[in-house]
């Protein structure tokens, strides 16, 4: 469960302060899947960063899977990201000279795991890209690209799925397919919430979130 306790950040430009977000409270109970939406400048992108411990509030509260944040040291909040969150971005930030296999290794290797060829090529054959393991990411579709950096995401089995704009750089078909597999995992039991910019998508998942300068807006549930 993500609680948010009026969280308001600021950010400081120079001699102005800049109120990215406003005393907003907010709870995503595990298992939801929850669409973000909003202009640009709303404070999505902060509130991702807030919510993947990646940022941290000027004002008010976070609490994860019953921690509170600000009680943590920097390295405890590193080990509770690494072990609860997993991220998937518009941009699929492979590293180009590592096969699939081993960019969705590498998140293994970082936490000691046993095994981790085998959980990788496991998470790949889940994804649909077991025959795409040893090819370069220049060598994959945006789609096999996008496949890669979401089973990497779930390397470390995190119990919360941030994805921002996931399928902004693949063509409609190729984006459907990538929603798809967004639902799969959900259904597992996994939390995910996802900012986008396409509110007819968004109106089909389970509960949508409008950010509008910096506050909760609308927060529908089907």
Partial sequence: MLILDSVTKIYTRGREKVHALKNLSLK???????????????????LMNIIGILDVPSEGSIAIA??????????????????????????????????????????LYFAGAPDAEKKASELLA??????????????????EMQR??????????????LADEPAGNLDSKTA?????????INKEG???????HNEKLA?????????????????QIK
């Fill in 28 to 46: 995503i109970n595990q298992g939801e899947y929850v669409g973000v939406v909003g202009p640009s400048g709303s404070g999505k992108s902060t």
């Fill in 148 to 161: 890669t950096a979401i089973a990497r995401a779930l390397a470390n089995r995190p119990s919360v799925l």
């Fill in 126 to 143: 889940r994804v649909g890209l077991d025959k795409r393991a040893e090819h370069l990411p220049n060598q994959l579709s945006g789609g």
């Fill in 203 to 219: 109106e089909t998942f389970p509960r949508m979130i409008h950010v509008i300068d910096g506050r909760l807006g609308n927060d």
């Fill in 176 to 184: 459907q397919d990538i929603y798809g597999l967004f639902e799969e």
């Fill in 190 to 196: 996994t939390t995910i919430i996802m900012v986008t």
């Fill in 66 to 107: 019953g921690r509170q944040i600000k009680d943590l040291s920097a390295s405890e909040q590193t080990e509770l990201r690494r072990k609860t969150i997993g991220f998937v971005f518009q941009q699929f930030l492979l590293i180009p000279t590592m096969t699939a296999l081993q960019n969705v290794m590498l998140p």
